[in-house]
């Protein structure tokens, strides 16, 4: 079996120097992310507060920690010290309190607006047409330590490539828009997170440049 640093060595010689990887270790233990971080891998990606304190708490300071599943507000404060970028902001109320809390820590934080694209009904995540009036509207402005970096999606989850690549469009297509709408003057608004272990070379084609990758990496989670 492959160890988590070959495979990564070996994705990345797929992926264009400019996409960024973050590797999805939650469920995963401590020991399998020492094994990447051996073979050069700095940035992972959590899902779950609690896990990633622990994991955060042994591991060594210089791991980017992204977290990349929904996140509660009242478990920001938990993550606010040392989080690099949180994926899927999906509300007002949540970027809020994210601003909050890094206020609070003295730190500007990183974050990504959540769309929904996918046929599921129970992701998370703002419509393109939510996205785009959110953005207008200029509310989150007035948050000064928040940053908002690009946006992340979820494909469908289907073996339909057809609807993942109609997915990935469109997320591509809204993030045009909001770039040239509203941060065309700013550079920080650069990131599009979309691709995980089995479409990330269908979202490739779509301009990503931040796949979220994990039991690739790492094999089946067992939850
Ligand atoms: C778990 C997860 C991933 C990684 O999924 P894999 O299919 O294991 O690569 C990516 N993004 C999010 C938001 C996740 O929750």
């Known amino acids: 079996m492959k160890s988590p640093r070959e495979i990564i060595s070996e994705i990345r010689q797929t992926l264009p120097p400019d996409v960024r990887l973050v590797a999805v270790s939650k469920f995963h233990p401590a020991s399998m992310i020492e094994d990447a971080y051996a073979g050069g891998q700095r940035v992972f990606g959590e899902n779950h507060v609690q896990e990633l304190r622990q994991k955060y708490e042994v591991l060594p300071q210089?791991?980017?920690?992204?977290?990349?599943?929904?996140?509660?507000?009242?478990?920001?404060?938990?993550?606010?010290?040392?989080?690099?970028?949180?994926?899927?902001?999906?509300?007002?109320?949540?970027?809020?309190?994210?601003n909050r809390q890094a206020q609070r820590n003295n730190r500007v934080i990183d974050c990504l607006l959540e769309l929904h694209v996918a046929q599921e009904e129970t992701k998370f995540g703002f419509s393109p047409d939510e996205m785009y009036d959110y953005v207008r509207q200029a509310e989150w402005r007035q948050l000064q330590n928040v940053r908002i970096c690009g946006i992340m999606c979820m494909a469908s989850n289907t073996d339909d490539e057809a609807r993942i690549a109609r997915d990935f469009q469109q997320a591509q297509q809204l993030f045009d828009r909001l770039k040239?709408?509203?941060?065309?003057?700013?550079?920080?608004?650069?990131?599009?997170?979309?691709?995980?272990?089995?479409?990330?070379?269908i979202a490739l084609r779509y301009g990503s440049n931040m796949v979220r990758i994990g039991s690739k990496i790492f094999g089946p989670r067992v939850y």
Request: proline share 3%.
């Open 180 to 201: 040239q709408d509203f941060f065309a003057t700013e550079e920080s608004f650069s990131i599009r997170s979309w691709g995980m272990s089995d479409d990330y070379p």
């Open 62 to 98: 210089d791991i980017e920690w992204h977290f990349i599943g929904h996140l509660q507000t009242n478990k920001v404060k938990y993550i606010a010290p040392y989080v690099q970028l949180i994926h899927a902001v999906d509300s007002h109320k949540l970027l809020t309190e994210i």
